[in-house]
């Protein structure tokens, strides 16, 4: 299985700040790399597919990137609403592995 | 985008058959264009792929799981069912099903997910 490996765990930041998530593949990937943002007591949601897609509806503050096994969540100004837990997940091969996930918490 | 409902049993006994079906709704489960997924949550932990079926009845299992899963689906309900063998109480987790979108700019993801639903495994 391939691990999929997140930093930092929590992550405390304020308002307007630009926050930046790492996830880090055991293998290459390529750039099948999804994330995800899940709410308490909800289900997750789609952010981004394919590593840099932003999923339709989601504000163009969260981008992503790439860099080898490395890929990287950005928030560019954190609003109130961007506190919660995100997930990476590779779609390379199946089964299908998910990093533990970063919780954005307040500073 | 299809909206998922999962329902079945919240309280499991230790050893039993686990069971949870996925109802479909505003879009066809017949799409060639989905994978049928299951991903459960222990509390406050990660996501774990469980499988996921194809229109056409062929699956796939998350090793880790592959000897006590299957998965099944019933087109003319509309419906996708997990059945989970032997369980014990590290299978407790939300169970969530999910729509794996087979055309992500040339990848799957999970587009689409149910509420998610409750397992406890105790006697």
């Known amino acids: 299985d391939i691990q999929m490996t997140q930093s930092p765990s929590p992550l405390s930041a304020s308002v307007g700040d630009r926050v930046t998530i790492t996830c880090r593949a055991s293998?290459?990937?390529?750039?099948?790399l999804n994330w995800y943002q899940q709410k308490p007591g909800k289900a997750p949601k789609l952010l981004i597919y394919?590593?840099?897609s932003l999923q339709s509806g989601v504000p163009s503050r969260f981008s992503g990137s790439a860099s080898g096994t490395d890929f990287t969540l950005t928030i560019s100004s954190l609003q109130p609403e961007d506190f919660a837990t995100y997930f990476c997940?590779?779609?390379?091969?199946?089964?299908?592995?998910f990093g533990q996930g970063t919780k954005v918490e307040v500073k | 985008q299809v909206q998922l409902q999962e329902s079945g049993p919240g309280l499991v006994k230790p050893s039993q058959t686990l069971s949870l079906t996925c109802t479909v709704s505003g879009g066809s489960i017949s799409s060639g264009n989905y994978y049928w997924s299951w991903i459960r949550q222990p509390a406050a932990k990660g996501l774990e792929w469980i499988g996921r079926?194809?229109?056409?009845?062929?699956?796939n299992y998350n090793p880790s799981l592959k000897s006590r899963v299957t998965i099944s689906i019933d087109t003319s309900k509309r419906q996708f069912s997990l059945k989970l063998t032997s369980v014990t109480a590290a299978d407790t987790a939300m169970y969530y099903c999910a729509s794996e979108d087979r055309y992500c700019n040339a990848t799957h993801c999970f587009v689409s997910w149910g509420e998610g639903t409750l397992v406890t495994v105790s006697s």
């Open positions: 293998q290459s990937i390529y750039r099948y």
């Open positions: 079926i194809y229109t056409d009845g062929s699956t």
């Open positions: 394919a590593t840099s």
């Open positions: 997940q590779q779609s390379y091969s199946t089964p299908w592995t």
